[in-house]
């Protein structure tokens, strides 16, 4: 993305409670669990999301959930049992109770996605807003939805970022919140692995303190640009496969005005970029949010100072062969 312009399935019956409406799932059994823990692990998961999402229905709740929500990330998920539009400048039109039927297949199974990230990443608020509910418009109006679902995600009291549709949005979902908010499945911290960086004092530092036969990756973004966001998961990948052989940091060049003068003093035009260090030193840059051509320049450059890459994990599970 070029900074000039960056400034800028099975239909399943629904269980109403108090709080919300849940799509019910057919219940799958984990290896070695037997059909009643698996019920009773499922009743657990459903109280977990009833704690986790809160619902909104005007103005009022939005205001009071945000003010409670501090400095977390909030991610809300407008949703309605009656519409599933897919964010198109032009929508289907349904005559028939079976077309009608299967084009909300999509939006159910985002329920049940929007539910198991919740569970998963208690950092982050979780508000839950029903199109359908009759004293929602002014709330809708505000929050500028003009598509059904739509999540939005927030940051004291700043819109972050918003996907529009249900195309991609299970995708989009899950990237957004590891973007903005530090959580990535089974309870992962990006920041564990790919280290944040808030000023240029944070880079300099960052750069030097590496040893010499790693290459420092430096991963230059802004907040609000697709490329950076999508690329984002892999750059977690690679930070957790090539420990030892590469590091990575991250650095949002419009979070203030010294990551902006390292935008500036690097000559960054497109991001993401990619700049590589070795010994303190700039020896190459990648510019784009292609994973494949990503780790091809990481390697290669690693080749040229003659830095072996890491053997590739070992499936989970996986037993060793025997020699005959």
């Not at 059909?35 to 005007?58: F, G, H, I, K, L």
């Not at 999540?151 to 989009?172: C, I, P």
């Not at 020896?283 to 990481?298: A, C, N």
């Amino acid at each position: 993305m070029r900074l000039a312009s960056s400034r800028a399935t099975h239909m399943c019956p629904v269980k109403c409670t108090p709080r919300r409406c849940l799509p019910i799932a057919r219940i799958s059994l984990r290896p070695g669990e037997t059909p009643e823990q698996a019920q009773e692990r499922r009743m657990r998961e459903s109280q977990q999301v009833e704690e986790r999402v809160a619902t909104v229905s005007d103005l009022a709740d939005w205001d009071r959930e945000t003010s409670a929500a501090g400095d977390k990330l909030v991610v809300l998920e407008v949703e309605s049992e009656k519409l599933c539009q897919t964010g198109l400048e032009e929508e289907a039109e349904l005559h028939w109770k079976q077309d009608q039927a299967a084009a909300l297949a999509p939006c159910q199974a985002i329920k049940h996605t929007f539910a198991r990230i919740a569970r998963e990443c208690p950092d982050v608020k979780f508000l839950s807003l029903s199109a359908d509910d009759p004293d929602a418009a002014p709330l809708l109006d505000s929050l500028g939805i003009e598509v059904i679902p739509s999540v939005q995600f927030w940051k004291a009291g700043k819109l972050l970022w918003e996907h529009r549709g249900v195309n991609q949005l299970e995708q989009d979902l899950g990237e957004g919140v590891l973007y903005f908010g530090d959580s990535a499945a089974g309870g992962v911290k990006g920041s564990e692995h790919v280290t944040e960086l808030h000023s240029r004092e944070d880079l300099d530092r960052f750069v030097s303190s590496q040893e010499e036969k790693v290459l420092t990756v430096v991963n230059l973004s802004i907040s609000s640009a697709d490329p950076c966001i999508h690329i984002f998961p892999a750059v977690l990948a690679l930070a957790r496969s090539f420990k030892g052989y590469a590091a990575f940091g991250r650095l949002l060049g419009d979070e203030n005005a010294s990551t902006q003068g390292v935008l500036q003093a690097f000559n960054i035009l497109e991001v993401p970029t990619f700049l590589f260090f070795k010994n303190g030193k700039e020896v190459g840059r990648h510019v784009g949010s292609s994973r494949g051509d990503l780790i091809g320049k990481i390697l290669q450059v690693q080749s040229e100072y003659g830095v072996a890459p890491p053997p590739p994990p070992k499936p989970a599970g996986a037993v060793p062969r025997r020699r005959r």
